[in-house]
């Protein structure tokens, strides 16, 4: 099978307001042509923000120039959870994708990998393609452990109804996240060949499934990463807020 086409997906977290988004997102979706060939262009803005978003960018959400997605969904489809996302209010908004399981949410909310498999159960239920978020901290890499955690959060959150279509991982040393600080290329690769040997063991069509690397993708970096076997795509953080270092990740792929 031929590697899955290049992913780039910006996760802006807690920021922005209405004026920053739509110029961000409106920005980001006029260079989305220049880069279409090589990446496909995905924009988590905040909960408050998707629906602004979505509407500004109606008409390159229908060319398939780009894609919006949640940054986190509830497992339940609707009911008493006072300042939750349900996944099918994701997907009403123009959603198609939602991340789950990522380490602020399992550092700040105490999620584990089974409360991430239901949230990626449920965006699946809901027709969106939940990312999922795994990755060591950095006294689990320095002990070792990077490969057996990463495993064990693969294995804890990925649905079963799980195939290329409908799933992406993303690797993401948790000490990586916003610290400037990368793994070496080597640690990247090693991961990434070790998730996918996972999911070809594990799926039909493993050898599809986006890997994602995130944690502190930059302009300079991206490249380097991007050209690595199993490295399909980016997660980006601080570096999705500005469009043009955005685009220019995609554009290195
Ligand atoms: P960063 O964040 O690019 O700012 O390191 C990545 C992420 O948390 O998804």
Not at 9 to 28: F, I, P, Q, S
Not at 146 to 171: E, F, H, T
Request: charged fraction near 20%.
């Amino acid at each position: 099978m031929a590697a899955p086409k290049t992913l780039i997906a910006g996760n802006w977290k807690m920021n922005g307001l209405r004026a920053d988004g739509v110029t961000l997102a409106k920005t980001v979706a006029a260079g989305a042509p220049g880069v279409s060939a090589k990446a496909d262009l995905l924009m988590c803005p905040p909960a408050t923000l998707i629906s602004l978003v979505a509407n500004t960018l109606a008409e390159a959400l229908r060319h398939g120039l780009v894609s919006i997605g949640g940054q986190d969904c509830h497992h339940e489809v609707s009911g008493a959870h006072t300042g939750d996302v349900a996944a099918p209010m994701l997907t009403d908004l123009g959603c198609g994708y939602v991340i789950v399981g990522h380490s602020e949410r399992r550092t700040n909310h105490s999620e584990d990998d089974p409360m991430v498999w239901q949230k990626a159960v449920a965006a699946q239920l809901a027709g969106l393609i939940p990312i999922i978020c795994v990755g060591e901290t950095e006294e689990e890499r320095d002990r070792g452990e990077a490969l057996d955690v990463v495993r064990r959060q693969i294995n804890g959150s990925l649905p079963d109804a799980a195939k290329a279509a409908n799933v992406v991982i993303a690797y993401e040393p948790i000490w990586a996240i916003g610290t400037g600080r990368t793994p070496s290329l080597d640690d990247i690769a090693e991961v990434h060949d070790a998730m996918r040997a996972l999911l070809t063991d594990r799926l039909n069509d493993g050898d599809g499934v986006r890997l994602l690397y995130g944690g502190s993708v930059k302009p300079g970096n991206a490249a380097e990463i991007l050209a690595l076997a199993n490295v399909n795509g980016a997660l980006v953080g601080g570096a999705s807020l500005n469009a043009e270092d955005f685009l220019a990740i995609a554009a290195a792929a």
